[in-house]
């Protein structure tokens, strides 16, 4: 019998271990808020009890694959995911479900079932919700620490470019995440008009 909680505990014993410095915005926390969005898409939609635990292990090994390496991380998170989820009695088929899901969330993101569109919204929920600053907050020091942005306006101009290529895939994030995500492109534009 596959042992989720064992498989959950681990993953975070990893994540809280192995996950190296400077990663503000891809913490240990993220992983958290993600999976308790999830738990939202799982209660609101009724998701069954199978694929609610695959959807959750999505969830907490997303973004294993930093332990390896920050380039390609969803590739290296789902052969890590994989090599868990056998060692704690998961079917082939369930794998194969996750490392999609987990694959799905790569940047532009391209989901093709329903979990893997949740798994994705989940992942990217902040940019339509009042946390959108202090979270992006933390992913500008982080790509200042890895040198991969060096200054606030090229910053502007990443979030700009990158809110505007983005685009959610549950209804439900469409409904309530995007017009917030649309204002932000606005602020972020024209600094004054913020509220």
Avoid at 55 to 76: K, M, P, T
Avoid at 109 to 120: A, D, F, G, N, Y
Avoid at 136 to 164: C, M, P, R, T
Wanted: net charge positive; with cysteine.
């Amino acid at each position: 019998m596959p042992n989720y909680y064992k498989l959950r505990e681990r993953v975070l014993e990893i994540l809280n271990s192995q996950l190296p410095n400077g990663l503000y915005y891809h913490s240990v926390n993220h992983t958290l808020n993600v999976l308790k969005t999830c738990n939202k898409y799982i209660k609101r939609q009724r998701i069954p009890k199978d694929d609610a635990r695959l959807l959750r292990i999505g969830a907490l090994a997303h973004d294993i694959g930093f332990i390896v390496s920050n380039q390609n991380h969803e590739a290296h998170g789902a052969a890590i995911t994989e090599e868990l989820m056998k060692s704690y009695g998961f079917v082939q088929s369930d794998i194969k479900i996750v490392k999609g899901l987990i694959l799905a969330t790569k940047v532009p993101q391209s989901p093709k079932t329903e979990l893997e569109k949740i798994l994705c919204d989940c992942d990217l929920d902040y940019l339509g919700r009042s946390d959108f600053y202090s979270i992006g907050n933390l992913l500008f020091e982080e790509l200042k620490f890895y040198s991969i942005v060096k200054s606030e306006a090229q910053w502007e101009q990443i979030q700009i470019d990158f809110l505007e290529k983005h685009h959610f895939h549950t209804k439900f994030a469409i409904k309530y995440r995007q017009p917030h995500k649309e204002r932000r492109i606005e602020e972020l534009k024209n600094p004054n008009s913020k509220a």
